[in-house]
């Protein structure tokens, strides 16, 4: 039981995995370009950057902390919901003109990197301790597979942009956010059992799924020296 449930998390996280990799390498490409557009001038095209990595540092705080109150679905699902909705905060600004828009967006945009990077994680929880290290060696080499697709697709998504009347360097963000919003769409969905709830002490035996609440009265009892 515990091996089937591990192959199908596993499953889930290759394909958050590979749509991750294609929505961060697909923003991250042209993401100086467009502010350099938008600005007119190279003097600030490293603050994208920047604020991308802020907002992904935050955000790896703030994923890691929903993942431990309300498991890795939701907070995985979360940290890619925000990352898409940076990602069309971004297209948003470009259409509009908005350079505060961007900044912002950029920084929100951040979110899905680090979720991306926790996700590959959710692989292990059921995994074997001689397993571990296949499992997020599976998960790395499935980003790449979308981090090798983004940019290639660059001038695709950037001849639809144009003829969607939007700039052509916010096209990559078009994929960016599908990419992430889907990523987010199939953890919410289909990480069932949460592995994070589900793993046990034991690396040969499943544990019962315990709900936060329930972890939580739990430790209080034990903290209290009650049995």
């Given at each position: 039981m515990r091996g089937a449930v591990q192959r199908r998390t596993l499953t889930v996280v290759?394909?958050?995995?590979?749509?991750?990799?294609?929505?961060?390498?697909?923003?991250?490409?042209?993401?100086?370009?467009?502010?350099?557009?938008?600005?007119?001038?190279?003097s600030l095209?490293?603050?994208?950057?920047?604020?991308?990595?802020?907002?992904?540092?935050?955000?790896?705080?703030l994923v890691g902390r929903f993942s431990q109150r309300w498991g890795r679905q939701v907070g995985l699902g979360l940290g890619f919901a925000a990352g898409g909705i940076g990602a069309i905060g971004v297209v948003v600004a470009a259409v509009t003109g908005?350079?505060?828009?961007?900044?912002?967006?950029?920084?929100?945009?951040?979110?899905g990197t680090a979720?991306?990077?926790?996700?590959r994680y959710a692989g292990t929880d059921l995994a074997l301790p001689a397993q571990r290290g296949?499992?997020?060696?599976?998960?790395?080499?499935?980003?790449?597979?979308?981090?090798?697709?983004?940019?290639?697709?660059?001038?695709?998504?950037?001849?639809?942009?144009?003829?969607?009347?939007?700039?052509?360097?916010?096209?990559?963000?078009?994929l960016a956010a599908v990419a992430y919003l889907?990523?987010?769409?199939?953890?919410?969905?289909l990480l069932r059992p949460d592995?994070?709830?589900?793993?046990?002490?034991?690396?040969h035996l499943p544990r019962l799924r315990m709900s936060p609440a329930c972890c939580r009265a739990r430790d209080q009892a034990c903290s209290s020296g009650r049995p």
């Open positions: 290759v394909v958050s995995q590979i749509l991750g990799g294609a929505g961060l390498a697909a923003g991250v490409t042209v993401g100086a370009l467009l502010a350099q557009q938008m600005l007119g001038t190279d095209a490293g603050v994208p950057t920047a604020l991308f990595t802020l907002g992904s540092a935050l955000a790896a705080f908005s350079v505060p828009l961007l900044f912002i967006a950029l920084f929100i945009y951040g979110a979720t991306n990077l926790q996700a296949t499992a997020v060696s599976v998960a790395m080499v499935s980003t790449t597979v979308g981090a090798v697709a983004g940019p290639n697709l660059v001038d695709p998504l950037g001849g639809l942009a144009q003829s969607l009347g939007i700039p052509a360097l916010a096209g990559p963000f078009l889907a990523a987010g769409i199939v953890l919410l969905s592995p994070f709830w589900s793993h046990g002490s034991s690396p």
